[in-house]
């Protein structure tokens, strides 16, 4: 998938990117580790710097998090395509994809910073009305 900015707009797409990832965590993403798993803001130009660099600033501010920010903001200078596997990855892997977020903590840590306004943000819409890990595994008994 390719960012379209006619469709979203780069300030939706930080508030989107706030949402799903620990920006304190320097060593990568809940059981994700390594620096390819690091979370970055890249920018194009020098209005997207300053709308990144002021959304950094807003979520020091909120206090949300307990640990400081470490999330990087970086120009974008090459763009690598993730391999045709990982491409749309929540649709096609639709259980793993649950079993993951559920495991890797990801989904605890995002409703523990985030709470009532965690679901409607983190979530996309074809994953909202899967059953949760649980349910899966309580329908399997």
């Not at 780069?10 to 989107?16: G, H, M, S, T």
């Not at 993403?29 to 620096?35: H, K, L, M, P, W």
């Not at 949300?64 to 395509?81: A, D, G, H, Q």
């Not at 903590?105 to 995002?110: K, P, T």
């Amino acid at each position: 998938m390719l960012y379209d900015p006619s469709k979203v707009s780069y300030q939706a797409l930080l508030d989107y990117f706030w949402r799903h990832v620990d920006p304190t965590d320097p060593g990568g993403q809940f059981v994700d580790r390594g620096a390819q798993y690091r979370s970055v803001i890249f920018y194009h130009d020098a209005e997207q710097q300053q709308l990144a660099e002021a959304s950094e600033q807003a979520m020091e501010k909120s206090k949300r998090f307990s640990k400081p920010i470490v999330t990087e903001i970086l120009p974008l200078t090459k763009f690598y395509r993730a391999e045709d596997y990982h491409q749309d990855y929540y649709k096609t892997h639709a259980v793993k994809y649950k079993y993951y977020r559920w495991n890797s903590g990801r989904d605890q840590f995002i409703q523990k910073v985030w709470g009532g306004e965690a679901h409607a943000a983190t979530d996309p819409p074809e994953a909202r009305n899967m059953p949760s890990p649980a349910r899966l595994n309580s329908a399997r008994s």
